[in-house]
């Protein structure tokens, strides 16, 4: 009888039950690039998880040179193979560059958090500026697009992944855009302050 019943209570033991899934669907700022990937902001999140002793896994299917174009095209295929509880959608940066129309990176996006939705998963979106060399009625009008769609759509919004470092040339690497390795601790303390009210003991 004691056998069944500390089966049982493995079992049922919330340390013993699967863990769920966190999947980052990205571009270069969260694939790492230019750095040791085990200094990214997205693998200094397993370790926070970890740490902090909250059962979830990281999936990162992020890609250098994503577009939010490319991630709608991925999406559905990348919610099949990893079945997350939670995606953390940090596309936007690689349109701004390219200057698309912020109207097409907002239908983009909102079809990602629609995909995502029809699967039971939450969203949890992040925000990008560009520099002010694009103009400022592009940069303002590129920016408020994530605004309007985490009101629309009622997702949480990390209004700026960059936030307390981007104009602090020393946190980036040479080309100007991508952030050092001494940089991801800042990243992720910008995510965590709204991924941590999502996440489930």
């Known amino acids: 009888m004691w056998r069944f019943l500390l089966v049982a209570y493995l079992w049922l033991s919330p340390a013993a039950a699967a863990a769920a ?29 970890r740490r902090e002793k909250y059962n979830y896994t990281v999936a990162n299917v992020s890609t250098s040179g994503e577009t939010t174009l490319g991630g709608k095209n991925r999406i559905e295929a990348a919610l099949r193979r990893h079945r997350p509880s939670i995606v953390i959608v940090a596309l936007g940066a690689n349109d701004g560059l390219r200057g698309e129309k912020p109207e097409t990176m907002r239908l983009n996006l909102e079809a990602i958090v629609r995909v995502c ?37 009622r997702v949480p919004l990390v209004p700026f992944l960059l936030e307390g470092f981007a104009e602090n040339r020393d946190y980036f690497q040479s080309d100007g855009l991508h952030p050092t390795a001494a940089a991801q601790p800042l990243i992720l303390e910008t995510v965590w302050k709204k991924l941590e009210p999502m996440l489930k003991r």
């Open 117 to 153: 939705r029809s699967r039971g998963t939450r969203v949890l979106l992040l925000g990008m500026r560009l520099p002010p060399n694009y103009g400022k009625p592009y940069t303002e009008k590129f920016h408020a697009v994530f605004g309007e769609i985490a009101g629309r759509q």
């Open 21 to 49: 899934t966190i999947m980052v669907l990205g571009d270069s700022l969260s694939s790492g690039y230019g750095i040791d990937q085990d200094a990214g902001w997205v693998n200094l999140l397993k370790e926070r998880l």
